[in-house]
């Protein structure tokens, strides 16, 4: 799997900080998802807990498909 461009500290970063507003997803380019996102706060919380530990296990992807990784 080749490797993102994207930084993984920004995004993880993103997603602690200002994940209600779906920042983590703008940044990767996930633009529609992120929209949702901000339209169920979040997912009720869920989405943005399963998005955080995605990053952590650096299992989270950009828009292109790349892992973004440390």
Request: aromatic letters at 14%.
């Amino acid at each position: 799997m080749e490797k993102s461009s994207k930084s993984f500290v920004a995004t993880l970063l993103f997603c602690i900080f200002l994940g209600y507003f779906s920042i983590h997803r703008f940044y990767v380019g996930k633009i529609g998802t992120a929209i949702l996102q901000i339209i169920t706060i979040g997912g009720f919380g869920i989405w943005l807990l399963i998005d955080l530990i995605m990053i952590i296990v650096q299992q989270f992807k950009d828009s292109e498909g790349k892992r973004i990784t440390a």
